[in-house]
Each structure stands twice: as structure tokens, then as C-alpha cells.
């Protein structure tokens, strides 16, 4: 009656044993590649950690040279201030929308609401600041 004991305990253990080696190995996984490449939950990389990442990731995946190297800087250089220049035309369009909106919901609300939105607001344009 033993005998016939063991190879279940056998298939027990090895099952256990290969569930919990699975599961170690997917953590350690996800911690070094997944969550090491990517900033926590509500967090976001700076531009300049982006783009560190991007062109750490065109050098080693499409092995670029040095010369290359040196033109890509370039090429990210002049779309960043293209960019920006966009930003800065559109920005008091951008500011316009934004008040309108305001406004209108302002509208529709009744004076409790308000007072509890102005409270909200004030918050958001807090941790926006605080974020910078």
C-alpha cells in the first residue's frame, strides 16, 4: 500500500515545485524587464529620460554607428523644436477651448457645485505645478 503512496506524492511535489519556479520566474521577469523600463503607475518619464530610452533602443535594435549616432540627435533636435514651436502657436487656441469650457460648466452648475469645482480646480493646478 505504500508503494503505491509515493508516485502521487511524487507527482504532487514536482507539480508544486514547478508551479512555484513559474511563478518566481515570472516575477523576476517582470521586474527586470517590464517594470524596469517603464515608470510606475501615474508616473511619467520626462522627455528626457524618453528619449534616452528611444535612442538606446535604435542603437542596440538597429545598430546604428556612431555617424548615425550623431545625425539621429540631430534628426530628434530639430523635431523637438518643431514641436514646440506648434505648441507655442496653438497654445492661446488651446487656452481659449479651455475657458469656454469653464465657462460652460460653470453655467450648469448651481452655486454649491461651483464652489466645490472652483475647490477642484484649484487642486488639479496644484498637483499639475507640483509635477513640473
Same mark, same amino acid.
Given at each position: &500500500?505504500?508503494?503505491?503512496?509515493? *508516485?502521487?506524492?511524487?507527482?504532487?511535489?514536482?507539480?508544486?515545485?514547478?508551479?512555484?519556479?513559474?511563478?518566481?520566474?515570472?516575477?523576476?521577469? &517582470?521586474?527586470?524587464?517590464?517594470?524596469?523600463?517603464?515608470?510606475?503607475?501615474?508616473? #511619467? /518619464?520626462?522627455?528626457?529620460?524618453?528619449?534616452?530610452?528611444?535612442?538606446?533602443?535604435? #542603437?542596440?535594435?538597429?545598430?546604428? !554607428?556612431?555617424?548615425?549616432?550623431?545625425?539621429?540627435?540631430?534628426?530628434? !533636435?530639430?523635431?523637438?523644436?518643431? &514641436?514646440?514651436?506648434?505648441?507655442?502657436?496653438?497654445? *492661446?487656441? /488651446?487656452?481659449?477651448?479651455?475657458?469656454?469650457?469653464?465657462?460652460?460648466?460653470?453655467?450648469?452648475?448651481? *452655486?454649491?457645485?461651483?464652489?466645490?469645482?472652483?475647490? /477642484?480646480?484649484?487642486?488639479?493646478?496644484?498637483?499639475?505645478?507640483?509635477?513640473?
Amino acid at each position: &500500500m505504500q508503494r503505491k503512496f509515493f *508516485p502521487g506524492v511524487y507527482l504532487v511535489l514536482v507539480f508544486v515545485s514547478g508551479t512555484v519556479l513559474g511563478a518566481f520566474a515570472n516575477r523576476l521577469y &517582470m521586474v527586470n524587464t517590464v517594470l524596469s523600463s517603464n515608470p510606475t503607475p501615474g508616473q #511619467r /518619464m520626462s522627455p528626457d529620460e524618453y528619449r534616452k530610452q528611444y535612442v538606446s533602443e535604435l #542603437r542596440t535594435r538597429l545598430n546604428l !554607428d556612431s555617424d548615425q549616432k550623431v545625425k539621429l540627435d540631430a534628426i530628434l !533636435d530639430d523635431t523637438r523644436q518643431r &514641436m514646440h514651436e506648434i505648441h507655442e502657436r496653438t497654445r *492661446p487656441e /488651446m487656452k481659449a477651448i479651455q475657458d469656454d469650457q469653464y465657462q460652460k460648466l460653470r453655467a450648469l452648475l448651481n *452655486p454649491q457645485q461651483q464652489a466645490e469645482y472652483e475647490k /477642484m480646480r484649484q487642486e488639479r493646478e496644484r498637483k499639475r505645478k507640483e509635477g513640473k
